[in-house]
C-alpha cells in the first residue's frame, strides 16, 4: 500500500463550505453576504486552503441543503433577528437555531433554521457532521442597499470569528 | 365560534400578509387581506436605468420566480426597441422557463400546499410522515434549479439574460448532462399527478373568470396573446385597457379589476382550463390516466394543475435540451431608439405584465409591471367570503387554518405583488 506522506491524515480532509446569505436589497439581511466579502478579503488569501469552498447565497431556501450536502463542516453566515442589540454577533448551533425560526421574511418560508431542520430530518448522512452558523443581528431590516452602521462596524469581528473557525474549528 | 379572527401572519407563503375577518351579530362583516410588506419601489428603481439593467434588477422581485420577471421584461424592452430574437433564443429562454415551473411547482406542491391536504402543520412534519415523497419533491427542486444554474450562471436570480438573447451560450455538454435527471424529473412528475389525484381537496368550487397567455400551437408561457374564459382574446398591448389596477387603502400592493369590474383568475388552473388541449401527450395522458375533467373550478386543486405542467415542462425541457447545439450569435445587434413596448409571460403563479419607454439614450422613462399575485387578490377575497359563513361555524383554530389554506392554495407570492404604480394615486 502506498504510504502516505508524513502528517497527511488517513483520509482526505473533508470538504468546508463557508456560506454568507442574505438579501443584498434588504438593508442589514445583507450582513451575512457583507461578512464572508470582508473575510474574503482580509483572510482568503493568507492561507491556501484546497478543501474550502466558499459562496455567497442570496434567497437560498432550500437550495441551501445541496449547497451543504456531503460537506464535512459548514460555516453559514446569515443576519438574525432577536431582542439583542443590532450588530451582536451569535455563534449558534443548530439546536440553538430553534429560537430563530421565523419564516415570514424568507423565500416563502425557508429560513435557514427551517432549511436544517428539514435536512436533519430526511438526510441525516448527507449533513456535514459540524455546522456553525455565525448570527449578525439586524437592524434595519427595509428595502435598500446600505447597512446600518451597527452592522457596519462589527463586520471586521465577524470575519475574525469566520477565520479562527477555520483554522481552530 | 364568536370572536373575530386575526391570522397576524400568514405562514408558508412568499413575503408578508396578515387577514383579519370580523365578525358583526354572528356573522361576517369584514374581511381584511393586509400586505404590509414593504412596498417595493421597483418601478421607480429602474427610472433612468439603463435598459439593458433591467432584466437584472427585475429579477431581484423574487427569488422563486425571477427568471418570468426576466422574460416579460426582455420581451416588453425588445418591442420597445423593435429588437427581433433568433429562434435559438427563443428556445433557450423556454428551456430556462421550464427550469423556473420546475423548481418552482415542486416548492409549492410538496412543501407548501401538501402539508395542507394531508392535515399536518408543516413540510417537516411532513417529512416524518412520508420521507420519501418530500425527498422527491426536493430532488425535483434541484433539477429545476440546476438547469437554471446552468443557462442563468446561478441557481436563484440568475443572470445571462439580456436584451436581443443571452451574454453567452451554456456549454452544449452542460445542458445534454443535465438529460438524465431531467428524465428522472418526468417519470417523477407522472407519480406526483397520480398522488395528487388521490388527495382529499375541500369541496369547494367558484365560477371564475379564468385569464392565461394563449398560442395556438403551444401551451402558451413564453409568450402569447390574453385569452379569458368568457371568450375574450386581446393583444397584449391592449392589457391595460381590459384589466385595470387599482390602490387599495389597507394594503400596499395594488388590486385588479377587468374593466366591467369583475374579478379574475390567472394562475396553474387558468393555464389549464384555458390551455390543456395544448399539452404534450405525456401530460395528457397523466390527465387522462386520472379521468380528469375540465374546467377545474376549485381553488385546492391548483396542485393538481402544478403538478401536471411539472410533466409537460420536464418533457418539453427534455426536448429542448437533447435539440441545443447553438451556431447562430448569442444576442442580436441593434441600435438604441426610443419606443414604448409591452411584455407578457406566464410566471409559475400567473400572468405577469411589464411595459416600458425608453428614450433615444435607452434610459427607462416609464415602467409598469402587474404581477399575478396582485391581479389574484381581489379574487382571493372573494373566495374568502364565499367561505367565510361556513368557516366561522368550526372552532377558532379550525377557521383561521381553513382560511390559511385557501390563501396558501393560490401560491401567492406577496413580495412579488406589493408595490405602488405612482404615489400620487393615495392623494387623488
Known amino acids: ?169 | 365560534m364568536n370572536q373575530d379572527i386575526h391570522i397576524p401572519a400568514l405562514a408558508r407563503v412568499e413575503g408578508e400578509g396578515a387577514l383579519t375577518i370580523r365578525l358583526k351579530d354572528g356573522a361576517v362583516d369584514e374581511i381584511l387581506l393586509n400586505i404590509y410588506e414593504p412596498p417595493r419601489f421597483f418601478e421607480g428603481f429602474l427610472h433612468g436605468r439603463y435598459f439593458q439593467d433591467v432584466p437584472d434588477i427585475t429579477a431581484r422581485i423574487c427569488g422563486i420566480c425571477p427568471v418570468a420577471y426576466q422574460m416579460s421584461s426582455v420581451q416588453a424592452l425588445e418591442a420597445a426597441l423593435q429588437v427581433s430574437i433568433t429562434q435559438e433564443v427563443r428556445q433557450l429562454r423556454q428551456l430556462l422557463y421550464c427550469a423556473e415551473y420546475i423548481e418552482s411547482h415542486a416548492l409549492h406542491i410538496y412543501l407548501l400546499q401538501a402539508p395542507d391536504l394531508v392535515k399536518l402543520e408543516s413540510a417537516i412534519s411532513l417529512a416524518a410522515e412520508a420521507p420519501e415523497l418530500v425527498k422527491q419533491g426536493l430532488r425535483l427542486k434541484k433539477i429545476g434549479n440546476d438547469l437554471l444554474k446552468t443557462i442563468g450562471g446561478r441557481s436563484v436570480h440568475p443572470v445571462n439574460t439580456c436584451v436581443g438573447g443571452f451574454y453567452r451560450w451554456p456549454a452544449e455538454q452542460a445542458i445534454h448532462d443535465l438529460v438524465p435527471e431531467l428524465e428522472w424529473a418526468r417519470q417523477a412528475s407522472i407519480d406526483t399527478v397520480k398522488w395528487a389525484a388521490t388527495l382529499n381537496y375541500p369541496d369547494f368550487e367558484q365560477d371564475y373568470e379564468f385569464v392565461a397567455l394563449n398560442l395556438i400551437d403551444e401551451y402558451a408561457i413564453y409568450d402569447g396573446y390574453i385569452l379569458s374564459s368568457n371568450g375574450k382574446r386581446i393583444a397584449p398591448l391592449d392589457f391595460e385597457k381590459h384589466y385595470i389596477e387599482s390602490h387599495v387603502e389597507r394594503s400596499n400592493a395594488l388590486h385588479s379589476h377587468t374593466a366591467d369590474n369583475h374579478t379574475y383568475f390567472v394562475g396553474p388552473l387558468a393555464r389549464l382550463n384555458l390551455n390543456h388541449k395544448k399539452l404534450r401527450p405525456m401530460a395528457k395522458a397523466a390527465v387522462k390516466e386520472i379521468s380528469l375533467k375540465f374546467p377545474l373550478r376549485n381553488p385546492y386543486k391548483g396542485l393538481l394543475a402544478r403538478a401536471i405542467e411539472l410533466v409537460h415542462t420536464c418533457d418539453l425541457a427534455i426536448e429542448l435540451a437533447n435539440e441545443y447545439q447553438p451556431q447562430g450569435p448569442c444576442h442580436v445587434e441593434f441600435n438604441i431608439q426610443p419606443g414604448e413596448g409591452v411584455g407578457v409571460s406566464e410566471a409559475p403563479r400567473g400572468l405577469l405584465y411589464h411595459r416600458y419607454v425608453v428614450d433615444e439614450q435607452g434610459l427607462i422613462r416609464f415602467a409598469r409591471i402587474t404581477p399575478p399575485t396582485a391581479q389574484n387578490f381581489a379574487q382571493m377575497e372573494s373566495d374568502l367570503w364565499a367561505l367565510a359563513p361556513t368557516a366561522i361555524l368550526q372552532s377558532q383554530e379550525e377557521a383561521s387554518l381553513t382560511f390559511e389554506h385557501l390563501l396558501r392554495s393560490y401560491d401567492p407570492c406577496i413580495s412579488c405583488a406589493t408595490h405602488f404604480l405612482k404615489l400620487n394615486i393615495e392623494k387623488e
Not at chain 1, 54 to 74: D, S, W
Not at chain 1, 81 to 107: C, M, P, V, W, Y
Not at chain 1, 139 to 157: D, F, H, K, R, T
Open chain 1, 1 to 169: 500500500m502506498t504510504q502516505l506522506p508524513d502528517g497527511a491524515r488517513d483520509k482526505p480532509p473533508g470538504t468546508i463550505k463557508l456560506i454568507g446569505i442574505g438579501q443584498s436589497l434588504r438593508g442589514d439581511d445583507a450582513a451575512g453576504l457583507a461578512a464572508v466579502r470582508l473575510w474574503q478579503e482580509k483572510y482568503q488569501a493568507e492561507n491556501a486552503r484546497p478543501n474550502l469552498q466558499v459562496e455567497l447565497a442570496e434567497l437560498p431556501g432550500i437550495g441551501l441543503l445541496g449547497m451543504i450536502n456531503g460537506a464535512k463542516i459548514a460555516i453559514l453566515v446569515d443576519a438574525v433577528r432577536s431582542n439583542n442589540q443590532a450588530g451582536t454577533i451569535h455563534l449558534l448551533s443548530t439546536d440553538q437555531l430553534e429560537a430563530f425560526k421565523d419564516g415570514a421574511g424568507s423565500a416563502h418560508g425557508w429560513g435557514v433554521a427551517e432549511t436544517l431542520a428539514l435536512g436533519k430530518q430526511l438526510m441525516p448522512l448527507a449533513m456535514p457532521e459540524t455546522i456553525y452558523v455565525i448570527g449578525i443581528e439586524a437592524g434595519e431590516l427595509s428595502l435598500g442597499e446600505a447597512l446600518s452602521p451597527e452592522v457596519e462596524l462589527v463586520l471586521p469581528e465577524a470575519a475574525n470569528l469566520i477565520e479562527r473557525l477555520l483554522t481552530n474549528g
